[in-house]
């Protein structure tokens, strides 16, 4: 409520300690916004480990948005957190990590390459969405 000012004056200050009590409760969501906050400099100085900690903690809890921008991080080295491209496949919401992985395997990125691997891991993304679209004409 404070971090968009909705029924309260909108105070980041105040949005960053309830950010920081939820989070380091457990709170998934928060533990996002923290990450979202640090990675994209909104009211807090740009900190990609600091994204990368919290992203992590809620992508461990099932966020898929935190998952994506973990995998994002990872895939494109941000700041001062190690470029790997294994960890941004195994991150990210399915599609993202299932192309993720047939690229790499496409251009062995952090594997060996192995067009055959990355031909199995496009298939499976076009499958599901195959059935995604089967399901919607349902």
Known sequence: MYAIGKDVEKNNKTAIE?????????????QFQLGNMYFSKRDVPK???QAEKWFLAAAKQGLSRAQYYLASIYYSGAGSVKQDYKKAAEQGDTSFAQLTLSSMYMKGLGVTTDYAQAYIWARVVTDQKYR???LLNV
Do not use: C, F, T, V
Request: no cysteine; net charge neutral; charged share 20%.
């Open 18 to 30: 309830w950010y920081l009590k939820s989070a380091n409760s457990g709170n998934a969501e928060a």
């Open 47 to 49: 900190d990609y480990p």
């Open 132 to 134: 995604r679209q089967q």
